[in-house]
């Protein structure tokens, strides 16, 4: 806890901003659409009024408007971002349905079941550097659910028959699917993916001990160059690996090998570099100077000055450099956007313990 307190890492946000942009996210949405949204909701509460007033049972159609229009909307919607204001029309416009066709307040556990439900893809989408109104959007099963409930109140409540209710459900869960399929082949629907789920069908097997998972086919040509550079190189598994590329958090794992100090050592933000020379002040020197390292000097997110402040607090660099690897450039637009790969170092230590240690046994 020490380290925590004594530096931080800033990247520009803050927690507290994350639904001030939120909101200014739906806002914008709003706006731009606001015609459309206060049409449906005038139109449902004109002829709402109209049904109650006649005594008609024309509710049900009602209702199967507001579901079909949340359905075509989904199919069709000019941005992710007004997923949330037209889902919240509509469930308000069900809300205000139930308590007049049963001349009460709603149930206050289904309100705040419903208000759960809606809360969910802002909470998975918290911390994300994609705008949360957009990147919420992935999660929209939840919002759906929530509508799915409310058909199932009102089917309780013999507001419509079994038919229509069947059919209500039906004209919902095919989106409610679409949103399950996408991310198999549409890349805008992965977060952190290079490539769709359904190209992600090579298996590699990494890790100590190793187990197998499923990649694309430039993420294993990747790993299996970078394994064949640590088999050259004479990497044990098992060995010390210190990671300064500041963001191949999953080169240690798939090496193999034992991260040194911090299991990710975050780079590119402000204060990064204090965290890199707090850890080497707290790590034993005789573990650091055994350790295996890796480097980039082409990754914005790369640990900068790294060799001076290591030679400042050693005095001395006694690794070597004993191979070089391009992996696949893992960001998307920026002034880089014309890069396709950065390069990687391997360093070895002068004394390999690990691998020392097996030469005896």
């Known amino acids: 806890m020490r380290g925590v307190r004594s530096t931080y890492l800033l990247d520009g946000r803050s927690l507290l901003n994350a639904p001030r942009e939120f909101s200014w996210d739906i806002q914008r949405s709003f706006f731009s659409f606001w015609w459309v949204y206060l049409s449906i909701f005038v139109f449902y509460l004109i002829s709402l009024l109209t049904v109650v007033y006649y005594k008609s049972k024309k509710i049900s159609a009602l209702i199967l408007f507001l579901v079909f229009t949340l359905a075509l909307w989904i199919v ?47 909470g998975y989408s918290w911390g994300t550097n994609v705008p949360i109104a957009r990147h919420s959007s992935m ?7 929530a509508c799915l409930l ?97 963001d191949s958090v999953g080169l240690v794992y798939a090496a193999g090998g034992k991260p040194v100090g911090t299991a990710w050592l975050l780079g590119g933000y402000q204060g990064s570099e204090k965290v890199f020379e707090y850890l080497i002040d707290s790590v034993d020197k005789t573990q650091l100077e055994n350790a295996w390292l890796i480097t980039s000097e082409d990754n ?62």
């Open 76 to 122: 069709v919607r000019p941005d992710p971002a007004t997923l949330y204001p037209i889902v919240f029309v509509v469930i308000t416009l069900l809300f205000i349905t139930n308590i007049v066709m049963n001349n009460e307040k709603s149930d206050r556990r289904l309100a705040a079941l419903i208000i759960l439900f809606l809360a969910l893809p802002f």
């Open 139 to 145: 999660a929209f099963i939840f919002p759906l659910t």
């Open 150 to 246: 409310m058909l199932k109140t009102f089917f309780n409540q013999s507001i419509f028959d079994k038919q229509t209710y069947l059919f209500a459900l039906t004209v919902l869960c095919i989106p409610a699917l679409w949103f399950q399929i996408t991310p198999w082949f549409d890349l805008d629907h992965n977060y952190r993916l290079h490539t769709p789920l359904m190209e992600q069908k090579y298996p590699i097997s990494i890790g100590n001990p190793s187990s197998t998972v499923f990649v694309d086919a430039v993420m294993r040509d990747d790993i299996t160059a970078f394994l064949e550079m640590l088999s050259t190189a004479g990497f044990v598994k098992g060995s010390s690996l210190f990671d300064l590329t500041g």
């Open 300 to 361: 914005p997110r790369h640990i900068k000055e790294w060799k001076e402040i290591w030679l400042r607090k050693f005095g001395k660099f006694t690794h070597t450099a004993v191979g070089m690897r391009c992996l696949r450039w893992p960001y998307k637009g920026g002034k880089f956007s014309n890069k396709s790969c950065y390069e990687i170092t391997l360093w070895k230590p002068a004394i390999d313990v690990v691998a020392k240690r097996q030469i005896i046994n």
